[in-house]
């Protein structure tokens, strides 16, 4: 979980302040849920007005399910 959340902030784009319209810091990052889809939230401060504002990061699941089964083969020995 610890690599997600790096790679949610390395993606990050800090918003706008509404009132201020100049660029909010980051504050925080917090995960929301983990099953069943991974859900971050990122908090971030206006350096002017200190008005805060939160952005989510949503993971989609990106494991595919295998094409094919495999199973072991059992081989018939002659007795």
Not at 51 to 56: C, E, N
Request: aromatic share 6%.
């Amino acid at each position: 979980m610890v690599d997600r959340l790096r790679s949610a902030a390395e993606q990050l784009e800090a918003p706008t302040c509404p009132g201020c319209h100049v660029e909010m810091r980051w504050f925080r990052s917090e995960l929301l849920a983990d099953e069943p889809v991974p859900v971050i939230a990122h908090l971030f401060v206006c350096p002017h007005c200190k008005r805060a504002t939160k952005t989510d990061t949503i993971f989609r699941d990106t494991s595919a399910p295998p094409e094919k089964l495999s199973a072991p083969r059992f081989i018939a020995q002659a007795a």
